[in-house]
């Protein structure tokens, strides 16, 4: 009965994040901002659909099962790089120099780095 | 000649217990199969990954798992909440420059990739000398506070880790 009540608890979270990240989605005005929406869909409300599926399958079914731990991983490896591609492009398309805030360091955004300014003063990377 | 072998020991470990994941099911024949996955592709990969980070305190990255669990679940609800209850004209959406101390490359993916997931913040872009990165908050209506709680949060806590 406990756990029962705890996977319908993660499903019912996860269900709540799922569509509070697409209405985001609909309701911020700007690219950026709406790009922060969809990434409560993949933390919260994935991992509340993967918690209720693991603690059904080992404490109901009987059967652990990793796999769910390892789409939590994947996923946690792969939504930060998706994310900084559709940051990337944005910048390309609507941003330039003066409307990001300054690096504080000699040289500009790597957005923005020309490959010809590198060989001119080369800098050593640790 | 160890080295050449085995450029990566803790990407094979990693491959292996992968593997037996994967397949759900701990036998000879899969444990066999994820060495041997494990020995060739750190082999093959090798001449992308020169160096072998060092992890200076193995230890601490449970503490740092911990804490960036819990930071997602707080900010996922404060996110939702910015979301569903403030209008539009009062969401502060802000580019924050955050100057790195960290200096190694896998340390500074690790941080990029945490600020990512902790909702309400995505890093965006590096300084192409890699002494700082771009972050945009969702909500931000002081921007150095976010850059505070980013370095003393997570950034001293990989330095203790990696470097």
Redesign the interface.
Known sequence: MFVEILISAGLVISG??GI??S??LI????P??R???P??AT??GV?GALIASMLYFGLIERDL???E??ITVFL??T??IT??FI??T??HRNENKDS????????????F?HPQQ?QEQP?Q?? | MLRKLLPHPLLTLTLIIVWQMLVNKLTPGNLLLGLILGLVIPFVTAAYWPNRPRLRNPLAIIEYTAIVIWDIIVANVEVAYIILFKSNANTHPAWVTIPLDLRTPEAITVLAGTITLTPGTVSSDVSACGKALLVHCLDAPDPDAVRDQIKDRYERRLKEIFE
Do not use: C, N, Y
């Open positions: 709540i994040f509070v990240g209405f985001g309701k911020l005005p700007h950026m901002m790009l922060h929406a990434t409560k933390t919260l991992g099962s990793f796999h731990l390892m946690f490896l939504a930060p994310g900084h940051a990337k944005h910048i990001l805030p300054e690096t504080g360091t000699a040289r500009p955004w790597a957005t780095d590198e800098e990377q640790s």
